[in-house]
């Protein structure tokens, strides 16, 4: 006999697109749960936890380019699309980020 788990997500709607410049972060706290947002010169948005998991850097103040963000305490690389780091062990949790309709920044945990 096999069982099938499911997972409950929400979305959850951060505030304006506007409110994060292009080629910035900005931290986020939905239910205790700290959450970086980032938006890229070219308009793409990434999720990921807000805290380098190796020594807890801000990472909303990393620099961002690309697709990749540098930690700002000791520049450890990470592919924002996966949270895999690209020049070290740790990773970043990751989350589903849209956009709607009237530019509100919508993220799915």
């Not at 997500?9 to 900005?26: F, Q």
């Not at 990749?68 to 020049?87: E, Q, R, V």
């Amino acid at each position: 006999m096999s069982s099938t788990a499911s997972v409950l997500t929400s979305l959850v709607t951060l505030g304006p697109v506007s409110a994060i410049p292009e080629g910035e972060g900005r931290t986020y706290v939905v239910d205790g749960r700290r959450l970086a947002v980032f938006r890229g010169r070219d308009g793409a948005l990434f999720a990921t936890q807000a805290d380098c998991p190796h020594k807890q850097g801000p990472l909303a103040d990393g620099l961002l380019g690309g697709g990749t963000l540098i930690c700002p305490l000791h520049s450890l690389k990470f592919d924002l699309s996966t949270g895999k780091a690209l020049n070290g062990e740790c990773s970043l949790q990751v989350y589903d980020v849209t956009l709607s309709d009237s530019g509100q920044v919508m993220v799915e945990f």
